[in-house]
């Protein structure tokens, strides 16, 4: 149901409806390396706790073996723990799809979920938290919990629809399940980033359309 008072609000067009418009996420080397850089102090974090773990009982064994086995080590899991980030990463690139029609813009991932923002209840264009960055903190030795990184860029936001996987984590369902309803409308508070849609800047496809269909939130 739409914030606003008055008729039903026209329904979301079908797949390959004519009015509808595909956009996808940039597959260039820019988001990626942006990606492994919100990372780097975690994986700087590892190549030492790796480096540390194995020069110990390398430098056991033999004497003066210690530190390089450990850089060795520390190397090889630093690259094996980007490499699955950045499968992960393309996965989400390339399973996402943004919709854009009259009626508003429809976002489908990779994972399932789905999020519907009508342009009537758009509210605002902002800073938007990729929720597939979300991850819980890591665990370090000693207890200590590291924090991950969380990406983020502008987007749209205001109430709309939200569809979570069921094979999504508890933790994230927990945790889209703690935001912000309209106590009016029991829409839920979402966002869609430009990002998802195309390469940033002002030829951003996305942010043309907000340009055509709510010109007012960009004044």
Do not use: C
């Not at 942006?34 to 780097?40: A, E, V």
């Not at 597939?132 to 205001?158: F, M, Y």
């Amino acid at each position: 149901m739409s914030s606003f008072a008055g008729p039903p609000p026209p329904p979301w067009p079908r797949p390959g409806h004519p009015e509808t418009t595909v956009m996808r996420p940039p597959t260039s080397a820019g988001p990626y390396l942006k990606f492994i850089g919100l990372w780097t102090p975690v994986l700087g974090m590892l190549f030492v706790v790796l480096l540390l773990l194995a020069s110990i009982p390398f430098e056991t064994m033999q004497e003066g073996t210690g530190t390089p086995a450990g850089i060795a080590v520390g190397s090889v899991g630093v690259l094996i723990a980007a490499g699955s980030l950045l499968y992960k990463k393309h996965r989400a690139q390339t399973g996402t799809q943004v919709i854009v029609s009259p009626v508003g813009v429809e976002l489908r991932d990779a994972m399932g979920f789905e999020v519907r923002l009508r342009w009537a209840d758009v509210t605002a264009v902002g800073t938007v938290h990729d929720q597939q960055s979300k991850r819980q903190p890591l665990n370090t030795r000693g207890g200590v919990q590291v924090q991950t990184p969380v990406a983020s860029s502008d987007g749209l936001i205001g109430w709309g629809e939200r569809v979570v996987p069921r094979r999504a984590p508890l933790w994230l369902r927990e945790h889209m399940a703690s935001q912000p309803t309209n106590p009016q409308t029991g829409q839920h508070s979402v966002a869609i980033s430009f990002s998802a849609a195309g390469e940033p800047g002002f030829g951003n496809p996305l942010l043309q359309q907000t340009h055509r269909y709510r010109p007012d939130l960009l004044r």
